[in-house]
Structures are given as C-alpha cells and as structure tokens.
C-alpha cells in the first residue's frame, strides 16, 4: 500500500499554475511533517516545500520562493502545493512525502520515511 498519493500533475505553458495534492492512504500524518519534493532526469531529488502539520510551520525553497504556496486543505484531507509563475525548469516529477515529528531537520529526502510515487509536471516555454 502506498502511503502518499499525489494528483494534479499536467501539461502547461510557461507562466501557468498548477496546484498538487497529496492524500495520505492509511495513515495518519495530521500531526507530523509532510513535505514537497521534485526530481527531473539526472538531477537529485529536491525539496520543495514543507508543513509540520503539529504546529503549523511551513517552508519554502528558495528556489521556489514567492510563487509557490504549500498548504492543508482540511475538507480534502490533503497538503497542496500551489505552483504560480511555473517556469520550463520547475518540470520534474513531484514527490509528496512525510516523516513522524516535525520538519526540523529540513529538506533532506534520506530523512523521510513515507513517499507516493510522483506525479509529471512538464512546463514548456
């Protein structure tokens, strides 16, 4: 059973939006940190964003600062990831991922237990 299931990833033109989300599948992660992570083809993952869902604090990436948003949708059930001003080189596979306790230790994928397994966002230009 996979832990995390992403949705949302698409196909737009440069400038566009998109907004991802994740579900957690038999877990339950409302009080522990989940996180954002993306990888396109012979790059490392990398972290995006993350939410400690205990106690509210969220980060952002420099990388992604000012365009895109990380938030809990409470009737869903999901943490979303709101992605604005999407550029050709934010296309990746996008990762959601949790680990028990808080976001502390950053955006380091190897500290994350729980992972889905990605959803394409492809920006041309």
């Known amino acids: 059973q996979v832990p995390l299931v992403e949705s949302g990833g698409d196909s737009v033109q440069a400038g566009g939006s998109l907004t991802l989300s994740c579900k957690a599948s038999?877990?339950?992660?409302?009080?522990?940190?989940m996180a954002w992570f993306r990888q396109s083809p012979g790059q490392e993952r990398e972290g995006v964003a993350s939410?400690?869902?205990?106690?509210?604090?969220?980060y952002v990436a420099d990388s992604v600062k000012g365009r895109f948003i990380i938030s809990r949708d409470n009737a869903k059930n999901t943490v979303d990831l709101q992605m604005n001003g999407l550029k050709p080189e934010d296309s990746a596979v996008y990762y959601c991922?949790?680990?028990?306790?808080?976001?502390?230790?950053?955006?380091?994928?190897?500290?994350?237990?729980?992972w889905g397994q990605g959803t394409q966002v492809t920006v041309s230009s």
């Open positions: 939410y400690y869902l205990g106690g509210g604090a969220r």
């Open positions: 038999g877990y339950d992660f409302s009080r522990d940190c």
């Open positions: 991922a949790a680990r028990r306790g808080s976001c502390y230790i950053g955006l380091r994928p190897n500290a994350y237990t729980f």
